[in-house]
Every structure is written in C-alpha cells, then in structure tokens.
C-alpha cells in the first residue's frame, strides 16, 4: 500500500513538474516575442525618422535625425567631453535615489510609529505633494549654494515626499487580523513592526524603488536646469540657448539609455530580493 502510494505521488510530482516545465517555455516564448516587437517598432521608428529628416519632410534643424545624433554623441565621446556630464548627472541620481527611498521609509516609519505625528503632518504631506517642487529651487539655491548639494536638495523634495505617502498608506493597509494576533501573544510595538508591518509592505518599498528612479532623474533634471555648470541638463540648455538641437536631442538619447538600464538594475535587485522575501 506505501509502494502504491509512493508511486502515485511521484507521477504527481512529475506531472506538476511536466507543467511547470511547459509554463517557463510558454513564459519564455511570449517574453521573446514581446522583445523582437519591441525592437521592430524601435528600428521601424527610428528608421522613420531617419528618412523623414533626410528628406526634409521634418525639419532637420528643429528635429534632426539618427545619424546626426549618432555623429554628435560619437564625437563627444571620443573626445571626451560626454562623461563628465554622465558622470555627474549620473551620482548626483544615486545619491538622491538612495537618500529620498531611506528618507521617505524613515519617516513613513515614524508616522505609523507616532499616530499623533501623523495626524499633526497629514495636511502639509498633502500641501507638499501637491505644490511644483520647481518653485521651491531657488530657495535651495540661496540657502546650499549653486551646485550638488541643491540639485540633491531638490531631488529629495521630488522623492521623499512620494515614498513617504506610498509606503505609510501601505503600513496603514496591513491587514489588522495579523495585528491582533501578533498582539495576542504579547508583542511589543517594535517587535510588531519588525514581524508585521515591515515584512507586509515588502513589495511596496521594493515596488517604490522603481517609480523612485524616474522621479530622481526628474529631480536631477530640474536642478541641473536651474543651477548646474555641467550635467546632461545642462547640456540640454546649454543645446537650447545656442540653437544646437542636435545636442539636446542626443543629450535626451543619453539620458534614456542610462536611466533604463538604471530602471533595469534596480528590477534585476526587486526580483532578487522578491524572490528571497518569498522563501523566507
């Protein structure tokens, strides 16, 4: 009778394992056939372009086209003017992503640690998030000088805001079931918070690191605009003020391909730490 029913169980092992085998190929087809439409609408769109500046039928002077872009960042990287400005925009990203994610889970953790705080600091959250960040430039200008720490500054005033609201709504949404139980067998509150509240909304920091990459590079962006002397922002007003819309365009190019495969590294590190919060 075990034999029988150690049998059946590795027939159902193998079935289970026979299906999921299948899943991953399915998985895998339907992920490769997105890939190659991506690619095909990224060529036939550059391609498009290409053909519409050539002929005139855009104005190459307002739009330009590939080959002009890919002549102007070529050079620049030849000569090495390009990394400068990469390597600035580039830090002046990270510090501010890492800072305004630690910062706004900081005090997402202080406001459900002090409800009062909470209720005290709701409507000027709401005052904060809804005011243009740009406005507030200037004051960061005066008061840090021209220069990193205010395009930091004003980066942090883009994200910390954001990740505060995102990630206390969520410690706020814990399902109150495990509340009690956890209470039930006389936990204190840190021990609620570190067993409870922070494993349970996991997935939403790691979910907020990623909408957090493109408001930092907004953030840099914005600042460089207003105060920076190097940076990809300021090649974009540099670009602007002396009509070389060649420069501004391939600056944008420069600007996409570093913040996606920043997007991408940072997807890379959610899959991983997803999948270990999983087993564990």
């Known amino acids: 009778m075990r034999e029988e029913q150690n049998v059946v169980?590795?027939?159902?092992?193998?079935?289970?394992?026979?299906?999921?085998?299948?899943?991953?190929?399915?998985?895998?087809?339907?992920?490769?056939?997105?890939?190659?439409?991506?690619?095909?609408?990224?060529?036939?769109?550059?391609?498009?372009?290409?053909?519409?500046?050539?002929?005139r039928w855009i104005d190459p002077l307002l739009f330009s086209y590939p080959s002009k872009l890919f002549d102007q960042l070529w050079t620049s990287m030849t000569d090495g003017t390009l990394w400068p400005h990469v390597g600035t925009t580039v830090l002046e990203t990270i510090v501010g992503f890492v800072l305004g994610t630690a910062v706004g889970t900081i005090i997402a953790a202080a406001l459900w640690w002090f409800p009062f705080l909470s209720r005290v600091l709701d409507p000027y959250l709401v005052v904060l998030n809804s005011m243009p960040k740009v406005a507030l430039g200037p004051i960061f200008i005066v008061g840090l000088g021209p220069g990193f720490s205010s395009i930091v500054a004003i980066t942090l005033m883009v994200t910390v805001i954001i990740t505060t609201i995102n990630i206390y709504n969520r410690f706020r949404e814990i399902d109150s079931g495990y509340i009690?139980?956890?209470?039930?067998?006389?936990?204190?509150?840190?021990?609620?918070?570190?067993?409870?509240?922070?494993?349970?909304?996991?997935?939403?920091?790691?979910?907020t690191l990623k909408v957090n990459v493109g408001l930092a590079w907004i953030g840099v962006i914005v600042g460089e605009f207003l105060v920076a002397k190097i940076g990809l922002g300021y090649q974009i007003i540099y670009g602007f003020q002396v009509f070389n819309f060649t420069l501004v365009l391939s600056s944008l190019v420069v600007i996409a391909v570093v913040a996606t495969v920043m997007y991408q590294l940072v997807s890379a590190l959610e899959r991983k730490l997803t999948e270990g919060w999983r087993e564990r």
Request: glycine share 8%; hydrophobic share 50%.
């Open 9 to 55: 169980q590795q027939e159902r092992q193998k079935l289970i394992n026979g299906l999921y085998a299948s899943h991953k190929r399915r998985m895998r087809k339907i992920s490769g056939a997105a890939l190659a439409t991506q690619l095909a609408i990224l060529l036939l769109f550059i391609g498009l372009w290409e053909a519409a500046g050539r002929n």
């Open 180 to 207: 009690k139980v956890v209470r039930l067998f006389g936990a204190n509150r840190l021990q609620l918070f570190r067993l409870v509240i922070l494993p349970g909304s996991f997935p939403v920091i790691i979910s």
